[in-house]
């Protein structure tokens, strides 16, 4: 029924409902703990135009998001000194290219929506409304694939991610920034919480990990993990309210209450 069973072996067979709003359902796999949007709540979507980014406020504090996507970029630059080529998939309205050609990095933004990627371009970013085919098709290749946010948005995250190994470089790195499953108040009010009700972002979402099948995940798609969570230490790009930020983003996860977790993965042969 669910893509683990065919890619982490589970028995498709010990699944529970996890939670319910109405017709939209939620189902966890017990054998490897994915939360999956149910079958029958597949008919739910919601279009990605101008009022879904309105509604988001995604255009508020672009000051801060781009300074965040830039703290991204630079955690991912310590695993690839060299890295010059970046592809974000689902690239909203600019904030991490923006970061990118901040840093000289030539990149490029895709998105389904033609709203987000004509501000993009507006802006003078590199975006376009482009499949992951028709990217191999132009045979580019990536130095970091950087999905925030996005890999839950898609049915397979499988088939996602075979496609992002297709376009990185031979090091190539993917940077995935999922909700965590595991946060404690989406756990404590379930089918109440914005992950898994109509009125909040469940039924834009069909998959849930948290950081121990999501690892499962990548590896079954040909990535090993190199960084989980935020570092304390780092080498290089460090400022100290990076730092503080680091601090305080690691705080969090001991207790369950980061709504997002941060996991790099480096390209390995399938």
């Not at 149910?38 to 508020?60: T, V």
Request: aromatic share 12%; net charge positive.
């Amino acid at each position: 029924m669910y893509k683990c069973t065919e890619h982490l072996n589970c028995s498709g067979k010990n699944i529970s409902l996890y939670a319910q709003d109405g017709e939209l359902k939620f189902e966890r796999c017990n054998d490897c703990g994915i939360i999956w949007r149910s079958p029958d709540s597949m008919h739910i979507l919601k279009p990605y135009e101008q009022a879904y980014f309105d509604s988001k406020s995604y255009s508020k504090r672009r000051k801060h998001k781009v300074k965040k996507s830039g703290w991204l970029i630079d955690m991912a630059r310590l695993h690839h000194l060299k890295l010059s080529k970046l592809l974000e998939v689902g690239c909203s309205i600019g904030h991490t290219l923006e970061a990118a050609k901040n840093r000289n990095i030539n990149h490029l933004g895709i998105d389904i929506s033609n709203y987000a990627v004509e501000f993009c371009n507006k802006l003078g970013l590199n975006a376009s409304v482009s499949t992951f085919d028709q990217l191999k098709e132009v045979g580019n290749k990536y130095d970091l694939i950087f999905m925030q946010h996005v890999l839950e948005h898609f049915e397979n995250p499988f088939s996602t991610l075979l496609d992002c190994h297709n376009l990185l470089n031979d090091v190539g790195l993917l940077l995935i920034l999922v909700p965590n499953s595991k946060y404690k108040r989406a756990v404590k009010y379930n089918s109440k919480h914005r992950f898994y009700s109509l009125n909040g972002v469940g039924s834009e979402h069909f998959s849930y990990f948290n950081y121990s099948n999501l690892r499962k995940v990548l590896q079954a798609s040909g990535f090993k993990v190199v960084q989980e969570n935020y570092p304390v230490f780092m080498a290089r790009h460090n400022s100290f309210e990076f730092f503080v930020n680091r601090i305080f983003r690691r705080s969090l996860s001991f207790f369950n209450s980061d709504q997002e977790i941060l996991v790099i993965a480096r390209k390995t042969d399938k």
